[in-house]
């Protein structure tokens, strides 16, 4: 291979600095230049760590794997410590029957709610719930998706068949008609949502990762792994499933604000999280909606941290999108 | 999309009749505090839950009324709500079309507002009603659209003293006070997928209008709104089309939300309204109804290629 299709010697001397540095270092200079070409893209992407970690995200996580595994302490939430020692923020449930429906003020930074619960609080408590169901839940499904689709691109014929004639028919019934029934039906919670949004909406990711992955299975590389003699296993997660990754990734991040809005218009019609815990859809339903003419401040709120999540999300995706797969700048 | 439609009802009842009816039963014997088997035996014959599973799907869909059966679903016989005891059938001729128009309005102001909007933009590129048009977009994108609702009905009520009618109309009874009922939700229903409707308009545009057939267009001295309208828009609407198929689920669930605020009677509030009563034959049913809808919509879009894209028509 001659140099000058590798670029010049300059570029190469870049690309070998750049594979001496450390981990951190790689992942510190990506982000700068991430910053760098897309800061709106970036903003985003701060202001969801942001919500990451005032919605719990870790703790939650951490909690509900060492009490499965039962072990370890529980990882205090930032909502508790924040409501334990500083004066602006309460438990979710405390009610101050003096001060109910109230505007701002000192002591309740956005008013108070028909029971006197104060609503950053509140806010604050449910960014839990949206962020927690929708890592949560996109997790499973692109977990499930990307077996499927690797499975079915890697195996193909009759077992293809078989199990796109199944994923037509979850895509065949409109989605929110079918979360109501199951969760209506069941009982919703946390994570019985995160369960039914994430395994129902598994099988209509796996189409785009699918056929992916039969563009993937056409490289020689895959062939010639095969002529090596590389078990069925080894060639699906080793050379087929990194080079799938990419658009897994990329349809996680454009995933997550989508399933924001579904949790709150979920917890909006009375299926998402049973009161008294708060979610944001839930506060515009229950409060918002009974008290807007007194304070309307319940109504306004609560949409706000839901429309600016999601932007957070979907830009931070667009711009990762658009750094990732230059192929498909600017198609949305 | 036979085999579709057949698979459909063989989940929902899969899903509703095997795991409900059971937790229904106990729920009744637990509020009593009994126990016996003869009294749930008795319960389920009631419920119409007694026989083995496949006869039950057969008499449920009709295919045992071929040799002697009760009427099932193919013979347009749906059984009765356990609330109302009302043929479910008679409800859904009410609530169906009610719903139907709900979503037709909402799709049809959807189109018409984000495609020359789209189309503006496109003309604007990279001025201030380009940049304007996709802030707005992006916007509408990341708001839930009942919030906006809730927005309407808060504000309209303090600024406006305007509130939305609460008695509903059908269009056969008061065809002005129906309008007046349905304008505001098939709006903000509209208003969801039209963010996403104006960008892909915009990109379509762009794109053709760059092509060569434009500028041999423009060279034939042909007037800029028979090129802009006959020769790129027809063009760039193809892909909006899929689009467009691709979200009627969107739709859909729009509808069940604003049946809910508005209070429109269709198809959304009586799904709610029967999920929050567990009365399994009405959502068996409503599963089956909107699923084949959304199949025929689709089927509907399809169709509808072929009067936009020549290369179908002539083919």
């Known amino acids: ?332 | 999309m036979l085999p579709t439609v057949v698979l459909i009802s063989v989940f929902t009842f899969v899903l509703l009749r095997v795991l409900l009816p059971d937790s229904i039963v106990n729920r009744i014997l637990l509020t009593y505090g009994r126990t016996d088997p003869e009294l749930k035996k008795e319960l389920e014959k009631e419920l119409g839950i007694s026989g083995s599973l496949p006869s039950q799907y057969a008499d449920w869909a009709g295919i045992a009324w071929f040799w002697g059966g009760p009427k099932g679903v193919l013979q347009g016989e749906m059984g009765q709500s356990l609330l109302s005891r009302r043929p479910i059938i008679q409800d859904l001729k009410r609530r169906v079309p009610v719903s139907f128009e709900l979503g037709l309005w909402a799709q049809v102001m959807s189109v018409i507002t984000s495609v020359p909007l789209g189309v503006w933009a496109a003309l604007k590129q990279d001025k201030w009603p380009d940049y304007g048009l996709r802030s707005v977009a992006i916007l509408i994108n990341a708001v839930p659209g009942f919030w906006i609702a809730i927005l309407i009905l808060t504000f309209g009520a303090i600024w406006f003293n305007w509130a939305p009618p609460i008695h509903f109309k059908f269009l056969w009874d008061d065809p002005v006070a129906h309008f007046k009922i349905m304008l505001m939700p098939a709006l903000i229903i509209g208003l969801t997928p039209s963010g996403g409707f104006i960008r892909l308009v915009r990109t379509q545009m762009l794109e053709v209008l760059r092509q060569d057939y434009v500028r041999t267009a423009y060279a034939k001295g042909l007037s800029e709104t028979t090129v802009l309208y006959k020769h790129a828009l027809r063009n760039a609407l193809i892909p909006v089309i899929t689009v467009i198929g691709l979200g009627l689920p969107g739709l859909i669930a729009g509808t069940v939300i604003f049946e809910q605020i508005f209070i429109i009677p269709g198809m959304g509030q009586y799904l709610i309204a029967s999920v929050n009563n567990l009365d399994y034959p009405v959502i068996m049913s409503l599963n089956l109804v909107f699923g084949v809808l959304l199949l025929l919509s689709v089927l509907l879009v399809d169709i509808s290629y072929a009067f936009i894209d020549p290369r179908i028509r002539f083919s």
């Open chain 1, 1 to 332: 291979m001659a140099v000058s299709e590798l670029g010049s010697i300059a570029e190469i001397e870049a690309w070998t600095q750049e594979a001496q540095r450390g981990f951190l270092g790689r992942l510190g200079r990506a982000l700068w230049s991430f910053a760098k070409k897309k800061p709106l893209g970036f903003a985003c992407g701060i202001i969801v760590v942001f919500f990451m970690i005032v919605g719990d995200l870790v703790p939650e996580t951490v909690n509900k794997i060492s009490k499965e595994a039962g072990l370890g302490k529980p990882v205090p939430y930032l909502a508790d410590v924040l409501a334990d020692h500083t004066g602006f923020i309460y438990p979710f449930q405390k009610q101050d029957i003096s001060h109910r429906l109230e505007g701002s003020s000192a002591k309740y930074l956005l008013g108070t709610d028909p029971i006197g619960r104060d609503v950053l609080s509140r806010l604050l408590y449910g960014a839990r719930v949206a962020v927690v169901v929708s890592f949560a839940t996109v997790f499973i499904s692109q977990a499930i998706g990307t077996t499927i689709g690797v499975a079915t691109a890697y195996y193909g014929g009759i077992v293809d068949k078989f199990i796109y004639r199944i994923v037509d028919v979850f895509q065949a019934l409109p989605g929110l008609i079918l979360y109501i029934t199951i969760l209506g039906i069941f009982g919703s919670g946390l994570w019985q949502m995160v369960m039914v949004l994430g395994v129902l909406g598994g099988p209509i990711i796996s189409r785009a990762i699918r056929g992916q992955a039969i563009q993937v299975m056409a490289m020689p590389f895959v062939e010639s792994a095969k002529v090596v003699g590389a078990s069925d296993r080894r060639i699906m997660f080793r050379y087929v499933l990194p080079n799938v990754f990419a658009l897994v990734i990329l349809g996680a991040t454009l995933q997550l604000g989508f399933i924001v809005l579904l949790e709150a218009t979920l917890s909006f019609l009375g299926y998402g999280l049973p009161p008294p815990f708060p979610s944001w859809g839930q506060m515009l339903n229950l409060e918002g909606r009974q008290n807007m003419l007194t304070q309307p401040g319940l109504a306004i709120y609560p949409g706000l941290a839901i429309g600016l999540l999601v932007f957070a999300f979907n830009l931070f995706g667009d711009a990762l999108r658009d750094v990732l797969d230059p192929r498909l700048r600017g198609s949305r």
